[in-house]
């Protein structure tokens, strides 16, 4: 069996195994495609291609009649054109759930970045800040407890579920938006973590800030596209809220325009919550069940 991964280069940096993909077959790896040609022509004579981001459409899979096996290395398969699959009887098989722990734990990274305000001391200390202060302590920023606080979670799914529980962990009360939604949004922090739609496109806007209590920091690890983000900034500048964690952008990467980037008391970071080595490799040995599945006449996490 040939075996092609076309677009490897955020999936690997040379710190995973592939050895469960090597022992189905040839493996040839790309770190990404400059087009379909080219994604073509490395795709000659494949039976099975794993990717990324890289979409894998009717033009592709005609191109290509030895393929029988699309592996989406991600949950997500809109780049996947499921219609033609389907029609040339070509399997796909994505990989579900598989940074659960890794997203909830980088949102209570974001709020403790913004509860602590470690960025703000750490540039403090060595800018030398505190040693021109008198005595052992430096404190000329507010730090808050997170115990004793509320926490609303919107989208309560694998990833908003774990992030409830690291909450209660820290001692947090936890509001379910599905089971109340005013209580939620009335919360000391609300997080996100529900899949993009149609509907809640830009759900957090205005109304929805004017809804929250003063004060209060919200954290993004879903989605870009559910907040207005010139409404946020706005939020972010009057005060109505403390701080905004984002790790997901509405464009990635952003427009030099995009008004988080001068926003006060904004921590982002560029999409990375889904990166720990650990689910790296969690992720392509599941694409490696996937296939193995299918060789053997299995439908392990079949979509089409």
Not at 82 to 103: Q, R, W
Not at 137 to 145: E, V
Not at 166 to 175: C, L, R, S, T
Not at 264 to 285: M, S
Request: aromatic residues 6%; proline residues 5%; contains cysteine.
């Amino acid at each position: 069996m040939k075996i092609v991964f076309l677009d490897h280069e955020v999936i690997d940096r040379g710190d995973i195994s592939w050895e469960k993909v090597e022992a189905l077959g040839e493996l040839k790896v790309y770190k990404q495609n400059s087009s379909d040609e080219e994604a073509i022509e490395r795709l000659a004579g494949a039976d099975a291609v794993m990717i990324d981001e890289y979409p894998i459409n009717r033009r592709i899979m005609e191109a290509c009649p030895d393929l029988k096996f699309i592996g989406p290395a991600t949950t997500g398969y809109n780049h996947i054109d499921l219609e033609c699959a389907k029609e040339k009887g070509i399997a796909v098989c994505n990989v579900p759930a598989y940074s659960t722990e890794a997203v909830a734990q980088h949102a209570f990274a974001l709020l403790l970045a913004l509860t602590n305000q470690i960025g703000g001391f750490d540039g403090d200390l060595h800018n030398g800040k505190w040693n021109s202060s008198v005595g052992t302590a430096y404190t000329p920023r507010s730090i808050q407890l997170l115990d004793g606080k509320t926490i609303g979670i919107v989208g309560y799914g694998n990833i908003g579920r774990k992030t409830a529980q690291i909450a209660e962990a820290f001692g947090m009360k936890v509001n379910v938006y599905s089971q109340d939604p005013e209580k939620a949004i009335r919360s000391d922090v609300v997080s996100l973590h529900c899949p993009l739609t149609a509907e809640n496109r830009g759900m957090v806007d205005q109304a929805f800030l004017d809804r929250m209590k003063d004060g209060a920091f919200l954290i993004n690890t879903a989605r870009g596209g559910l907040l207005d983000e010139e409404a946020v900034a706005r939020a972010l500048r009057t005060g109505k809220l403390a701080g905004l964690g984002a790790d997901v952008l509405s464009s990635e990467p952003p427009e030099p325009d995009n008004p988080l980037l001068t926003a006060p008391g904004c921590i982002l970071t560029p999409h990375i919550a889904f990166t720990p080595v650990e689910i790296r490799q969690r992720v392509i040995d599941i694409c490696a069940d996937n296939l193995r599945s299918f060789i053997e006449g299995g439908r392990m996490n079949r979509i089409v």
